[in-house]
């Protein structure tokens, strides 16, 4: 799927969430949410002549999707896999929150080299895996 920079993303992640159990539906809609501002907002930079592309699919292990954007990508450091949810940066912060937020939702983020995409991947449980292939 692809679609222009934007911030007016329910109709987006209504589409991604489509095949998501419900139980899961609130976390992953944020982390993905997350992920496609700072693609529209700090990759894109609101461009409407700019795209953002996702790709997901559905695994017996889980869920991945992959978000691209047209960006310069950045070059800040994430160590967030070192925190918890408790020492997140606070709300007010500018700076730092949808990467740990991403670290604390998805079970693996990882950014390309030249960070323009990232894959972020989400685990099932045995029970939810035997039900998408069942």
């Known amino acids: 799927m692809s679609f222009t920079s934007t911030l007016y993303l329910c109709p987006v992640l209504d589409l991604l969430l489509a095949n998501i159990?419900?139980?899961?539906?609130?976390?992953?809609?944020?982390?993905?949410?997350?992920?496609?501002?700072?693609?529209?907002?700090?990759?894109?930079?609101l461009d409407p002549s700019k795209s953002i592309f996702v790709q997901f699919s559905i695994t017996r292990e889980g869920y991945s999707w992959v978000i691209s954007d047209q960006g310069k990508g950045f070059s800040r450091q994430c160590n967030c896999p070192d925190h918890t949810i408790e020492t997140l940066p606070p709300d007010e912060s500018e700076d730092g929150r949808g990467f740990c937020l991403l670290h604390e939702i998805f079970d693996q983020v990882h950014w390309d080299q030249q960070k323009t995409q990232l894959r972020l991947c989400k685990q099932v449980n045995n029970s939810k895996r035997q039900a998408l292939f069942s």
Do not use: D, F, S, T
């Open 21 to 45: 159990p419900n139980e899961l539906q609130p976390e992953i809609r944020l982390g993905l949410q997350e992920a496609l501002v700072n693609a529209a907002k700090h990759g894109n930079k």
